[in-house]
């Protein structure tokens, strides 16, 4: 039976990179993927899904209007899909979330979703907070907070590397602009909760 899967971390825990390299395990066995990443960012050469250690690949867009379903289905129908892979699921909408568990429960196709928990006031993100309500399985990557504990929150840092605490939920941004932290280190860098 095809499951709804949520594979979520902070910053810098290797989503990417562990969706690239399980899309390329089913194409070594000749099965086909369907890969998505969210249309929000639009910095200059940036790939479709790529990762910090130079992985990349091309992939679909959905913005907060795409009917993922219709255009998976449509593709399965031309050629069958072993699965389908969303990175930066944090951006889903709730309906894409029920879109996709539709998918794996009435058309059992597998889908693997790769995101952000929370955003850098430790809130959960829309696709998140769906796909923490609604997945089959949920899948926690780590990420390492300077101390050495894990890293569960995503600070968000101006030019001077100091903590921002107010601001747009989504700003696009990697190192420049995020550390994943633990939480500890997240409510003392904030000045307390």
Not at 43 to 61: K, P
Not at 134 to 142: Q, S
Request: glycine share 10%; proline share 1%.
């Amino acid at each position: 039976m095809a499951k709804l899967y949520f594979y979520y971390a902070s910053m810098n825990a290797g989503k990417s990179s562990n969706l690239l390299q399980a899309a390329f395990n089913y194409g070594e066995r000749g099965m086909a993927v369907s890969l998505w990443t969210a249309a929000i960012d639009e910095r200059l050469g940036f790939g479709a899904i790529s990762s910090r250690i130079g992985l990349s690949s091309d992939a679909h867009r959905f913005d907060h209007d795409t009917d993922i379903a219709a255009r998976v289905l449509a593709d399965h129908a031309a050629s069958p899909l072993a699965c389908v892979m969303i990175d930066e699921a944090q951006f889903l909408t709730r309906a894409q979330v029920w879109q996709l568990a539709r998918l794996a429960d009435e058309s059992g196709i597998p889908v693997l979703c790769y995101g952000l928990r929370t955003d850098f006031r430790g809130d959960l993100f829309e696709g998140s907070a769906a796909l923490l309500g609604m997945a089959d399985e949920l899948i926690e990557l780590k990420a390492v907070c300077d101390c050495g504990r894990k890293a569960t929150m995503n600070m968000r840092i101006d030019e001077s590397g100091k903590a921002v605490r107010e601001g747009a939920q989504t700003e696009i941004g990697g190192n420049d602009r995020y550390v994943a932290m633990c939480r500890r280190h997240f409510v003392a860098a904030m000045g307390g909760a």
